[in-house]
């Protein structure tokens, strides 16, 4: 059974940048052919998705993110991570990390969600 | 970006209910649509994949069809345990996305 779980800081100072990680127990993020996303949920809003990370290592952003996201693995740990820079009080979210097959079957395992509040 | 139009927004029922829940890709994306369900302060749950695929666990008073545009999430009889948000998704070619999501509420 795959398990993921998210941590790091739940305030961040506007114009910082937001680090959150993913654990990942039950499957190697390196092997397989998945994917390994990130998505959040901001206050009385839908889900949006943040981008991915491929077991190969490749990457990939959503455009409307893409010039202040980076993600990347330390496949040592198992973990994923996310970074987001220069917040704002729009990044304040329950940011989710999930694991994505790329397509038919969706997003089939998450993890809890963490808030994050960007606030001085 | 594809976007994804869900309707309603929210809605009142009653256990037992039969529930559509619409939601409409701005072009075509054949059957690559999932449907999630989200329990307050829980992960979403991935109910149906490829349009009308159940997933395994779910019960089978979910049910879902459509292609190219147009897509429904049915539920036969609603249940306590269904009153959650719902959600579409589009994954046809990224940026993934999603509907905005339908409130389920106790009438």
């Known amino acids: 059974q795959v398990q993921l779980q998210e941590s790091g800081p739940g305030l961040v100072k506007p114009s910082q940048t937001l680090s959150l990680t993913c654990t990942v127990s039950?499957?190697?993020?390196?092997?397989?052919?998945?994917?390994w996303s990130w998505i959040r949920r901001p206050a009385g809003k839908g889900l949006e998705w943040i981008g991915r990370?491929?077991?190969?290592?490749?990457?990939d952003y959503n455009p409307s993110l893409k010039s202040r996201v980076t993600i990347s693995e330390d496949t040592s740990k198992n973990q994923f991570s996310l970074k987001l820079s220069s917040v704002t009080a729009a990044d304040t979210a329950v940011y989710y990390c999930?694991?994505?097959?790329?397509?038919?079957?969706?997003?089939?395992?998450w993890g809890q969600g963490t808030l994050v509040t960007v606030s001085s | 970006d594809i976007q994804m139009t869900q309707s309603p927004p929210s809605l009142s029922a009653s256990v037992g209910d039969r529930l559509t829940i619409t939601c409409r890709a701005s072009q075509s994306i054949s059957t690559f649509l999932n449907w999630y369900q989200q329990r307050p302060g829980k992960a979403p749950r991935v109910l149906i994949s490829?349009?009308?695929s159940l997933q395994s666990g779910v019960p089978s008073r979910f049910s879902g069809s459509g292609s190219g545009t147009d897509f429904t999430l049915t539920i036969s009889s609603l249940q306590p345990e269904d009153f959650a948000t719902y959600y579409c998704q589009q994954a046809y070619s990224t940026p993934w996305t999603f509907g905005q999501g339908t409130n389920v509420e106790i009438k």
């Open positions: 990370l491929y077991s190969s290592g490749s990457t």
């Open positions: 490829a349009s009308s």
């Open positions: 999930a694991r994505d097959l790329g397509g038919y079957g969706g997003f089939d395992y």
């Open positions: 039950g499957g190697s993020i390196s092997s397989g052919s998945y994917y």
